[in-house]
């Protein structure tokens, strides 16, 4: 692959669907180029339940890209998250033919990894490393050059569901976007990329994507995934949350949120009286209080807090933070949400702010919302995962497939 050569990057969320076009620069870098976006169609909770509708999606994100945008796209890599995602510790192990780790030793033992027996309705998303280990000598981040018999790589394997990845594929698929199974990224680790530098990896953080339908996390150490996991809750839970409160439709609920709610209770709160948004004509608008809506929304955060916290602590890894918490996704636009999970956590608590490595963001009003598909962009970039196929399957185009 050429370094000109875009990327392309699909993400089928609970509340969005987007596809995103990266340029890569010289030095690792990316510059998001265009993106596309709509509301999704058939997808709850993460996961597609109705093929047909997540395609007209992925169609439409198409069209709109085209329109605005020299872009027609062939192939994509696919954001993977959601309930259905699980992880597995991995411990592969491969002999050191002439005694020097090389290159070659280095692939096979990583090769081995993944095929460390999941079942078959389980498939590999990624394999995040943790350490090496030559002979008897454990703990080595590069043992490349190294004497020896014996290589193993303990490794953190994320998977997910087997079917939930093919029906996003399928809907890829039937609006003629083709996604290769080996392109499949964890949202936690892109929005990781997105918002973590070197340092921050050593000196442990924590980075918590708040999506629509679930909420994805990795923990980092040593400048190694050390955990990663999704919670079966995110922003659409807080909006049902309003709905049922305050007997108001969904359209109301989630205006309430995005507009008057936020994350902490505040003694001024209880003063304070909100117009609930587009009532029925000819009735007049009813109120809820300030105070009210936010127990519902605190409620609700505080408890999804507390389980990545509590998952944190089984693993020992609560106290290491020292970078401290970073948080990304829609749901961290929520005002008073790093104040709450400085709570929760006991420990400095930001909204994610893009690395240096991405560009082409810079006028958006809210990039940790972006930084899913920004990380993935990066990742597919510096990682090298890209292949000579996306040079024919992404390119720019004068007039484009959707304007004849």
């Not at 620069?25 to 999704?40: C, D, H, N, T």
């Not at 029906?167 to 990329?193: I, M, Q, S, W």
């Amino acid at each position: 692959m050429n370094l000109s050569d875009p990327i392309a990057a699909l993400e089928i969320g609970t509340t969005r669907t987007v596809i995103a076009i990266g340029e890569p620069l010289e030095g690792g870098r990316v510059r998001v180029a265009a993106v596309g976006a709509i509301p999704s169609s058939g997808v709850r909770k993460s996961q597609i339940v109705d093929i047909s509708q997540a395609r007209y999606s992925v169609e439409s994100v198409l069209r709109r890209l085209a329109d605005q945008s020299d872009y027609s796209i062939g192939q994509a890599y696919l954001v993977v998250s959601g309930p259905q995602i699980r992880t597995k510790p991995v411990v592969a192990q491969c002999p050191v033919d002439g005694g020097v780790v090389r290159d070659e030793h280095l692939a096979e033992v990583d090769a081995r990894s993944y095929e460390m027996g999941l079942p078959s309705d389980r498939e590999a998303i990624e394999l995040a490393p943790i350490c090496y280990k030559l002979d008897d000598v454990d703990g080595l981040a590069s043992p490349k050059d190294m004497s020896g018999h014996l290589l193993s790589l303990r490794s953190i394997c994320i998977h997910g569901a087997a079917p939930r990845m093919a029906d996003a594929r399928a809907a890829a698929h039937a609006a003629k976007l083709e996604v290769p199974p080996e392109k499949n990224y964890f949202a936690g680790t892109c929005a990781a990329a997105a918002v973590l530098t070197p340092q921050h990896k050593r000196d442990g953080a924590l980075v918590i994507d708040l999506g629509g339908g679930s909420t994805a996390f990795t923990a980092w150490s040593g400048g190694r995934i050390v955990q990663a996991g999704v919670v079966g809750v995110g922003g659409d839970h807080v909006t049902n949350d309003i709905r049922i409160a305050f007997s108001v439709s969904q359209a109301q609920a989630e205006q309430l949120k995005t507009t008057a709610a936020a994350a902490l209770i505040r003694p001024e709160d209880a003063q304070q009286r909100i117009a609930v948004p587009d009532p029925m004509p000819g009735f007049k608008a009813a109120t809820i209080s300030r105070r009210a809506l936010n127990t519902v929304v605190n409620a609700r955060l505080q408890e999804l807090f507390a389980v990545i916290r509590a998952k944190l602590d089984e693993e020992n890894h609560l106290h290491g933070l020292n970078a401290g918490v970073f948080l990304t996704g829609g749901g961290s636009a929520l005002p008073g949400i790093a104040e709450l999970a400085r709570a929760v956590f006991g420990c400095g608590v930001r909204i994610g702010t893009l690395v240096p490595e991405i560009e082409g963001l810079e006028a958006d009003p809210h990039p940790a919302a972006c930084a899913v598909f920004a990380g993935l962009l990066l990742l597919a970039q510096q990682e090298g995962r890209q292949t000579s196929s996306l040079f024919d399957s992404v390119k720019k185009v004068f007039g484009g497939i959707f304007r004849s």
